[in-house]
């Protein structure tokens, strides 16, 4: 498992890709309970644990999906048939990563803000900045996956990864539209 960990963290630095991974079920499997455990901690006070989980489920299916559904396309255009079989390596790349991230992101808010500063109706500028800067950040590592994982630019693993962030975001405004 530690020599999995490195591999994350050499996707992290860009250093390796997500075919550098095992295509383990049960690393995929692992990190999906990872992202559900990771969304159990609740970083600001105010946080509801439930709607981190029902974020973490959305995460995963969109992601999952969006994945598959990606790999689907660029094998129908490609002449071989190389890129449904990267899929349970992807999908652990995307969602390991996520971990790191939001384990990254928990403990700078923990670091750099004082919780009595936390209210209902007001984010401080700390944790605007903190999840501004983590989500820039993840968002070019997300683009170097899908660059290798697609066998494509820089420029277009970064529009698929902000393609895949529109998609979980336009999902969850729908189940949160559902709820309410």
Request: charged share 10%; glycine share 4%; hydrophobic share 55%.
């Amino acid at each position: 498992m530690s020599l999995n960990l490195k591999i994350f963290l050499d996707i992290i630095v860009f250093s390796k890709g997500p075919q550098d991974l095992p295509s383990s079920v049960r690393l995929l499997n692992f990190v999906m309970l990872a992202n559900l455990l990771v969304a159990l901690i609740s970083f600001i006070p105010q946080t509801i644990v439930a709607m981190n989980i029902l974020n973490a489920l959305i995460f995963i299916i969109v992601t999952s999906l969006f994945i598959k559904a990606g790999l689907n396309i660029r094998e129908k255009s490609a002449s071989t048939k190389v890129y449904s079989s990267r899929y349970t390596q992807v999908c652990a790349s995307i969602l390991g990563i996520h971990v790191i991230f939001i384990l990254i992101q928990g403990l700078l808010i923990t670091l750099f803000t004082d919780s009595s500063e936390i209210t209902e109706t007001e984010i401080p500028t700390n944790i605007a900045i903190i999840f501004l800067i983590v989500s820039l950040y993840a968002w070019f590592v997300n683009g170097h996956i899908f660059k290798n994982a697609l066998d494509t630019s820089m420029i277009a693993g970064l529009g698929i990864s902000l393609l895949h962030g529109l998609s979980i975001i336009f999902v969850t405004l729908i189940v949160l539209q559902a709820l309410a």
